[in-house]
């Protein structure tokens, strides 16, 4: 004979079917996003550099962008010339940010007799963290929690000095040089033990009282 389920088991199953997924694993359920911003500015040049007045409204954008350490600045020249890349370098100095080889692609084209700066700004960070939603709820899976690695992850997302290597880490150099390893090695392998030199003595004297 089929006996109809308890009152309490259907209460059970109903409060585990909130508790959401189950994750038997390590990985943890949220994970950092990383989010990139263009800013542009297209400023007016001749033969030598920035053209007058250029260099200040220049210096003035990069103000109220608090251009600082993590952006990444390129200059988008249609006719390129070296003075013009130097002026902008010159500024941006003054904030210790260099300015990139490949500037990324932007909306609309570079009217002739001006250049386009371009700050690139990534962030990271990691939504819905901390998540404390199943930390009151009684689970029997031996599933890991809805805030586990939120800690971690959170700060991680603000360590990395360029968010974009979370999407995609660096390539790395094709070409190596023998020299630069070597000279590492030598200097490690030249270097005289802390303890080559035997123990300090030390002496102790009687203290008349």
């Known amino acids: ?15 585990l079917a909130g508790c959401g997924p189950v994750n038997r694993g390590v990985a943890t359920v949220h994970q950092p996003v990383v989010t990139r911003a263009d800013y542009t500015l297209d400023v007016g040049v001749d033969a030598d550099g920035l053209r007058y007045g250029e260099e200040r409204r220049l210096t003035a954008w990069f ?14 020249d249609p006719a390129p010339a ?17 300015v990139n080889r490949t ?10 007799g001006t250049v386009r700066v371009i700050i690139t700004r990534s962030t990271a960070e990691v939504p819905f963290c901390p998540d404390w939603r199943r ?19 959170s700060t991680f997302a603000q360590m990395v000095a360029n968010p974009q290597d979370l999407i995609v880490g660096q390539t790395g150099n094709a070409t190596r040089d023998a020299r ?19 123990l300090d003595k030390a002496s102790v004297k009687e203290v008349k009282q």
Do not use: W
Request: hydrophobic share 40%; with cysteine; proline share 6%.
């Open 135 to 153: 930390e009151s709820q009684s689970e029997f899976e031996a599933s890991t929690t809805s805030n586990f690695g939120c800690a971690v992850n």
């Open 63 to 76: 103000e109220s962008l608090h251009l600082g350490y993590g952006d990444r600045l390129a200059v988008d």
């Open 82 to 98: 070296p003075g013009h890349r130097a002026a902008i370098a010159e500024v941006a100095s003054h904030y210790g940010v260099l």
């Open 103 to 112: 500037p990324p692609v932007t909306e609309g084209a570079v009217a002739p």
């Open 180 to 198: 630069s390893v070597n000279k590492a090695l030598k200097t490690y392998r030249d270097l005289a033990p802390t303890g080559a030199g035997g």
């Open 1 to 15: 004979m089929n006996r109809a389920p308890s009152l309490a088991a259907i209460a059970l199953g109903l409060a």
